[in-house]
């Protein structure tokens, strides 16, 4: 494990092996490929004025469907790019980032999150350049980081939130925030159904929406329980990295989004471009416990929780289509 654990060609390798689950597989297999699929063949139809005229979808999401399938118009050829170009970000997230590349790459797959790249294309784009843009964050470079917001604006309205990333760097979270935040989660909690309102009415609304009533909870004290984990370790972490600082904030912002969840389901959409911060986060916190016993204890502890909780979504809650070939 030593020897592994942040070994970029081992971090290499298991990228590889994920990107060919997703380039291997049939178009059977993914979420509302039928549906994305109509978009592709119509985006071919139409040219690059009339796209603009279209008004279901991001143009640059338009646009990137009608330049793939004149390059081959093929639907499966479309999956393939968009599948590199999806994991792509998730990579150098990984890479750049997280102190123990097995552990990154377990919450990757168990929380679910790979399950995503195999469809919600849009998002799915948006996400990887956002990830990417991450290392833009970190250098403190303000005009790359606001242009990759902005093509993944172009891809999926909702990554324009993402812009407030910028800002979370700066924070560093004492007593008095930490009392804040709390404050905050109370205060979404009990108005969550006004915010709501207000955000469907004068700043976004998607084109399905998505009402729920009793879900999101356990996401919501998962996330609260992460955020309490990282500010008692919080001290250990930016020892360990400066830049362990971002990745605590964004899971903190999270949990306050999460509180919209409960009622609104797609606001996950949102709670995704942060919660990512838990592939790094979590590996991160593993490294800094000296105590070997200790250690040893949560790691099977979180590969056991982990794995349950992947069997749980899949069995239970997901419908996903049985994997294929292509």
Known sequence: KEKVKQNKKYCLIIFLLLLLFLLLRSDKVGIDNDNYKRIFEYCHRLNFIE?????????????????????????????????????????????????????????????????????????????????????????????????????????????????????????????????????????????????????????????????????????????FGLSCVCYYFQDKLLKQDANNKLFINMIFFATIIQCLSTVFGNAYRVVLYFSFAMIIVIPNIIEVIKNKKIKGITIVLIIISLSLYYYYMTSNLINYVQYSFL
């Open 51 to 223: 796209l603009f005229s279209y008004e279901r979808h991001e143009i640059g999401y338009k646009i990137y469907n009608k330049i793939i399938s004149l390059i081959y118009y093929n639907f499966h050829f479309f999956m393939m790019i968009t599948s590199i170009v999806s994991m792509i970000g998730v990579y150098y997230f990984i890479k750049d980032n997280s102190k123990n590349y097995m552990s990154s790459f377990l919450i990757f797959i168990t929380f679910n999150f790979y399950g995503f790249f195999f469809g919600i294309y849009r998002q799915v784009i948006a996400i990887s350049i956002l990830l990417y843009s991450i290392k833009f964050v970190n250098e403190r470079k303000l005009f790359p980081f606001l242009i990759s917001v902005f093509i993944a604006t172009l891809f999926h309205k909702t990554a324009f939130i993402f812009i407030l990333v910028y800002l979370l760097y700066n924070i560093k979270i004492n007593k008095k925030i930490f009392i804040v935040w709390i404050g905050i989660i109370a205060f979404f909690l009990i108005f969550r159904n006004s915010i709501i309102n207000i955000i469907l009415n004068y700043i976004y609304k998607p084109a399905e929406i998505i009402r729920q009533s009793g879900d999101g909870y356990k996401m919501l004290i998962m996330l």
